[in-house]
């Protein structure tokens, strides 16, 4: 059951420079834990708000953690660091996107309304900041089951192939 989400006001957050620093149990994003191996751990966050001199609304995200992923070669317990830097650009969500955002790769741009849930954007970026195929630096495909060679999945069909009677 994910907790109560921190609704802010999204201009109001950045016009009021404020500033939010926590840490929230991975079990508690809902979507994360399901992408996980282990859901046991925490994720800090720190999120600032400003406005810059032409008036543009702004939020700083840093995130930091740990998460346990499956390795997708030896099939074993993977912990992933964390560390997400990113930045906003913050646009009313009825507004139209400006140019300079889609060039942009050092911002993006966030398209709000008149509340922004920001533990939802949290775990979008920890969604995100996470690996296509985890894998070890180094390990190794898991074994046959009695630790000797490897058969081929398709030696069984081998046997079921031949007709009776012929050897």
Not at 23 to 49: I, M, W, Y
Not at 50 to 65: H, I, V
Not at 91 to 120: I, M, S
């Amino acid at each position: 059951m994910s907790p109560p989400g921190l609704l802010v006001d999204p201009f109001a957050f950045a016009r009021e420079n404020r500033e939010i620093s926590e840490s929230r149990p991975v079990d508690s994003f809902d979507r994360l834990a399901d992408a996980v191996l282990e859901t046991d751990g925490t994720l800090s966050f720190t999120v600032r708000g400003w406005r810059d001199a032409d008036g543009k609304s702004w939020l700083q995200l840093e995130l930091t953690g740990a998460l346990v992923l499956r390795c997708q070669r030896c099939l074993e317990a993977l912990t992933w660091p964390v560390a997400v830097s990113s930045l906003f650009l913050l646009v009313r969500e009825d507004a139209e996107l400006p140019d300079e955002g889609l060039e942009e790769d050092a911002w993006d741009t966030l398209p709000v309304g008149k509340r922004l849930d920001l533990l939802q954007v949290i775990e979008d970026e920890a969604l995100l900041a996470l690996p296509f195929a985890p894998r070890h630096d180094e390990c190794s495909a898991p074994s046959g089951a009695d630790g000797g060679e490897d058969t081929s999945p398709f030696a069984g069909l081998a046997i079921l192939r031949k007709p009776e009677g012929r050897g």
